[in-house]
């Protein structure tokens, strides 16, 4: 497995804001988030990626889709109660 060389400076969204954008994939089909689902898995259990995301303080949590929407879903809600408990503006 190759590595992956992104630009802050490059147009669009960061790319691993795609998977975990709200809403993101509401359109897509079931058997294309199943095939997206596998395939991340797949390169969460290669070696060189399970060897060098502990060295980089990353741990990997494979989930299914369902899974990974409820942690989204309850994330925002607790971001959103911090942020409008201590009054952040909307940018």
Excluded at 24 to 39: D, H, K, P
Excluded at 73 to 83: G, H, R
Aim: hydrophobic share 40%.
């Amino acid at each position: 497995m190759g590595s992956v060389k992104y630009s802050r400076s490059a147009p669009g969204p960061a790319p691993h804001r795609a998977l975990t954008r709200p809403g993101a994939c509401v359109n897509v089909a079931g058997s294309i988030i199943n095939r997206l689902n596998q395939a991340v898995h797949d390169a969460l259990a290669a070696p060189d990626i399970r060897q060098r995301f502990p060295e980089l303080g990353v741990e990997a949590r494979p989930a299914t889709p369902e899974a990974f929407r409820e942690l989204l879903i309850s994330e925002i809600a607790k971001w959103k109660a911090v942020i409008e408990k201590a009054k952040i503006p909307r940018q």
